[in-house]
């Protein structure tokens, strides 16, 4: 585990987006990243583009380098205008979710790439637009979408099953008392649909409780089941990094920042199964000693971390780890469908404990 030496912050002019709220998302472990890419030009992928922290430090960083930039949130995509025109045509940003990104750039015709950064998780600019639907922090429709498809958080409040209800929170959100809050839900919409993220986050403060001091909100962690749900976003994240492996060159890297737990576990293991470092097998990966296939090898030590600096200026990053590989000239394996179990709902006799 490496936490990084207190850095001089962003680079001029690494600030949001055009469009983005007062309060702009901060690229979190952004030398970290730079550093890891080791960018020469060519072409790099910036996957989960967000307010563009990233790629503006990347582009500004290496003059030769070009940057085809993903993102599902239509917003995304329209405060991005003005960093193409910024950098004459070295952008190009492609509406489309971050765990396609082999076919978004095989329909750019471009087939393979030097370089992948993904940042995986929710950004400033959702969390700080009430209308999102993200936050509890103000009050606002019940959505938590990151695209503009597909069922919403107030559908699946709404319509999901009980025991479904409490596996997601238990899951996805790790909250120990999901059968409660799942019970507490399944009551409340019997009188009515819960439509607001103040009224989930009452009801849950109903039936949680925290360490008196504590600055956790008790509908945290149900907030966070509830968006990983919506989004699939751990799925979203196996695929990515299968996507990433086909597309990158020999010697291209990979970096991965993560926000928690359950993201990190599945970066981690795909890079330990990929690296061969993972050839005695896992409690993560049974299946790990069938067969070693080294088509990456790892680039960072451990996770990265922040410094106390960068965490007193920006307190979201004070869980953020970041791990790098780079590609090897191996054929581009199976992929591997122990991943896909730790992105997805286990059996309910899986899920230890819960009250």
């Known amino acids: ?128 637009v009430p209308e999102r639907g993200f936050s509890f922090r103000n009050d606002g429709p019940l959505d938590m979408r990151m695209g503009a498809d597909g069922p919403s958080a107030a559908d699946i409040v709404n319509e999901a099953d009980e025991a479904v209800l409490a596996d997601i929170i238990y899951h996805y959100g790790e909250e120990r008392r999901s059968r409660a809050v799942a019970r507490a839900i399944h009551e409340a919409r019997r009188r009515g649909r819960i439509e607001t993220t103040a009224q989930l986050a009452d009801l849950v403060a109903g039936v949680v409780r925290v360490e008196p001091g504590s600055h956790i909100h008790p509908a945290t962690r149900t907030f966070q089941g509830l968006r990983i749900a919506v989004n699939d976003e751990l799925g979203e994240l196996v695929r990515a990094l299968h996507a990433a492996e086909r597309v990158l060159k020999p010697g291209g890297r990979l970096a991965v920042v993560t926000f928690h737990s359950l993201e990190d576990r599945i970066v981690k293991q795909f890079f330990a199964a990929r690296s061969g470092r993972s050839a005695q097998g896992s409690r993560h990966l049974p299946g790990a000693t069938a067969e070693v296939v080294r088509s990456f090898r790892l680039a960072t030590k451990g996770p990265v971390l922040p410094d106390e600096a960068e965490t007193a200026r920006n307190p979201r990053a004070r869980s953020a780890k970041l791990r790098a590989a780079e590609r090897t000239e191996s054929d581009v394996p199976e992929p591997l469908a122990a991943l896909t179990a730790l992105a997805s709902l286990p059996d309910a006799a899986r899920l230890g404990p819960r009250r």
Not at 27 to 54: C, K, M, N, Q
Not at 70 to 75: F, K, M, S
Not at 107 to 126: F, H, K, N, T
């Open 1 to 128: 585990m490496i936490r990084r030496r207190p850095s001089s912050g962003l680079p001029a002019g690494a600030g949001p987006a055009a469009g983005s709220s007062a309060q702009p998302h901060v690229p979190v472990l952004l030398d970290a990243v730079v550093e890891s890419l080791r960018t020469e030009g060519g072409i790099a992928v910036d996957g989960t583009f967000g307010a563009g922290g990233y790629t503006r430090a990347l582009l500004a960083r290496d003059p030769a380098l070009h940057v085809v930039a993903i993102d599902r949130d239509p917003t995304a995509i329209a405060g991005g205008q003005t960093l193409v025109a910024e950098f004459g045509g070295r952008l190009r940003l492609v509406p489309g979710r971050f765990g396609e990104l082999d076919t978004l750039l095989a329909e750019a015709d471009v087939p393979q790439v030097d370089r992948v950064v993904l940042d995986i998780g929710v950004s400033s600019m959702q969390l700080d």
